[in-house]
């Protein structure tokens, strides 16, 4: 079996908390959240978010790096989808070479993968995530 720990292992070290985009909201996402922060979800929306389109996503500091990071994920608990789920993409289910772009940036996955058994922990970690988060 498949173990997280085989193809990654975080180094805290917030690469993957800089720079533009990703971090999408789901409605049931931007309710955690704002109940997380004590605050309303239009408060959140205004104070937290930006938009791509019609898509609201966590906004960057001036910094560059996401307005929770602060050498650590501030809202660890109730982090969006893409942050729970990091590295093990759904992409990688369709192309696994997108392992070796997620490899170069962050330090913390493991090079010289089997493709097999990073699909199936893909596929395990996204299971956990449907079953934890959205059921
Ligand atoms: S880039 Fe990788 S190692 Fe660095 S904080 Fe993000 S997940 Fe962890
Ligand atoms: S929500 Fe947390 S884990 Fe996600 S980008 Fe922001 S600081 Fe990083």
């Given at each position: 079996?498949?173990?997280?720990?085989?193809?990654?292992?975080?180094?805290?070290?917030?690469?993957?908390?800089?720079?533009?985009?990703?971090?999408?909201?789901?409605?049931?996402?931007?309710?955690?959240?704002?109940?997380?922060?004590?605050?309303?979800?239009?408060?959140?929306?205004?104070?937290?978010?930006?938009?791509?389109?019609?898509?609201?996503?966590?906004?960057?500091?001036?910094?560059?790096?996401?307005?929770?990071?602060?050498?650590?994920?501030?809202?660890?608990?109730?982090?969006?989808r893409m942050?729970?789920i990091?590295?093990f993409i759904d992409s990688l289910l369709i192309?696994?070479?997108n392992?070796?772009?997620?490899?170069?940036?962050?330090?913390?996955?493991?090079?010289?993968?089997?493709?097999?058994?990073?699909?199936?922990?893909v596929r395990?970690v996204l299971?956990?995530?449907?079953?934890?988060?959205?059921?």
């Amino acid at each position: 079996m498949a173990r997280h720990s085989d193809f990654f292992q975080c180094e805290k070290c917030g690469e993957c908390c800089k720079g533009y985009g990703g971090t999408f909201l789901s409605e049931r996402e931007i309710k955690r959240i704002s109940r997380y922060l004590n605050i309303d979800s239009a408060s959140f929306l205004r104070d937290y978010c930006q938009w791509s389109g019609t898509q609201p996503l966590i906004k960057s500091s001036d910094s560059g790096y996401c307005v929770f990071w602060d050498e650590v994920c501030t809202i660890h608990q109730v982090k969006p989808r893409m942050c729970k789920i990091w590295p093990f993409i759904d992409s990688l289910l369709i192309d696994p070479t997108n392992w070796d772009i997620i490899c170069s940036m962050c330090p913390g996955a493991r090079t010289n993968v089997n493709s097999k058994d990073l699909a199936e922990c893909v596929r395990q970690v996204l299971a956990e995530y449907e079953r934890q988060w959205e059921s």
